[in-house]
């Protein structure tokens, strides 16, 4: 897990390093810290969340090992498949 603001000092920087980690897919998920949900990069819901409670996955193994859970609006069969299995 990477939180957002460990990736520079200032905003230009932090994400310049995250397009790098994008790029070499060391990062494919992204999820909000307080509320321990993962989702998509592009997802509607995670563009709006504040950096600071932003922190980034390589996969869902790694999501889900940190005791997160799918995101209902961009991953919602598994939201689903979580729900009911809780």
């Not at 509320?35 to 922190?55: S, T």
């Not at 996969?59 to 005791?67: H, I, K, M, N, P």
């Not at 799918?70 to 919602?76: F, I, M, N």
Request: proline share 6%; glycine share 8%; charged share 30%.
């Amino acid at each position: 897990m990477i939180r957002h603001t460990d990736l520079g000092l200032t905003p230009y920087a932090q994400l310049r390093t995250l397009v790098k980690l994008v790029r070499s897919e060391a990062v494919t998920l992204g999820g909000h810290r307080p509320g321990k949900i993962y989702g998509r990069l592009d997802c509607r819901i995670g563009k709006r969340m504040k950096p600071e409670n932003r922190v980034f996955f390589r996969d869902v193994a790694e999501a889900l090992s940190a005791g997160y859970r799918p995101c209902a609006v961009c991953l919602p069969e598994a939201y689903l498949r979580w729900k009911r299995d809780r």
